[in-house]
């Protein structure tokens, strides 16, 4: 696997209007890697995510993003940028007065798709990854929790994204649901796509191994394997 660099800051601080989150973050994130962000509730997990996808603006230090440097983002620029990026945010549900399939169909068309055979087929072959085929014509509220995140995956998947971001995606689920989806988000990395993930949840670290960052005191530190993460240091849950 080609092992590009996707993510690369030096020196950057993240605010949120006047308030300084994280200062001097140092990142870099290669293609197909597997990413958890750590840290306490309200330590900037979140923000950095936000920075990312550039919803939230940087103005010192170097950051660049598959290839676009986020200082000097051009305005047109910000939506192909996006495109290649996944994101499984909770503030971004599905559509609920639509189904599975006119979720996903919204959303190819939105990003410039137009011919009707390639749009079956692409929402064929997401909905196969996140297992969820059969279920393409229910509405959202047919579903459960887990398999509405599965579809909230198939969504970031459609413009065969680099790099998926995902905020706290077990947050509303049972722990065996929760890990279900964890092992598909790590299936999905297998094939290339680098997954970085905000967590509280320290279960998933032995069963899915991947790099871990922790969002703590206005900094972001990597936890290198020797180095125990404690629940105390993350607000986290042990188990799974
Ligand atoms: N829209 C906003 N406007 C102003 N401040 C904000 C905004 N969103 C977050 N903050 C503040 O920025 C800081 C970092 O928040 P962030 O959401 O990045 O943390 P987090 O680590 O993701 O927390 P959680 O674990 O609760 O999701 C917090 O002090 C928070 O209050």
Request: charged share 25%.
């Amino acid at each position: 696997m080609e092992n590009k660099l996707l993510i690369k800051y030096v020196d950057v601080d993240i605010y949120q209007q006047d308030l300084l989150v994280l200062k001097d973050v140092q990142l870099e994130i290669h293609s197909g890697e597997f990413v958890y962000l750590l840290g306490k509730v309200g330590s900037g997990k979140t923000s950095l995510l936000k920075s990312i996808y550039s919803e939230l603006p940087i103005e010192s230090g170097v950051a660049g993003v598959l290839g676009y440097d986020l200082r000097d983002l051009k305005m047109n620029d910000a939506p192909f940028l996006r495109r290649k990026i996944g994101i499984v945010f909770q503030d971004f549900q599905l559509l609920t007065d639509r189904s599975v399939y006119q979720n996903l169909d919204f959303v190819l068309r939105a990003t410039g798709w137009k011919e009707q055979a390639n749009i079956e087929e692409q929402i064929a072959n997401v909905l196969n990854q996140v297992g969820m085929y059969a279920k393409r014509h229910k509405m959202p509220h047919q579903l459960s929790g887990g398999e509405q995140q599965r579809i909230v995956i198939a969504r970031a998947l459609l413009n065969s994204p680099e790099m998926i971001l995902a905020d706290e995606p077990t947050g509303n689920l049972d722990p065996e649901t929760g890990n279900e989806l964890i092992e598909l988000l790590y299936n999905i990395r297998l094939s290339g796509t680098t997954v970085v993930m905000a967590t509280h949840n320290l279960g998933w670290l032995d069963k899915f191994p991947g790099r871990v960052f922790r969002c703590d005191n206005e900094s972001l530190v990597e936890l290198k394997n020797n180095q125990p993460v404690t629940p105390e240091t993350v607000d986290a849950e042990s188990g799974n």
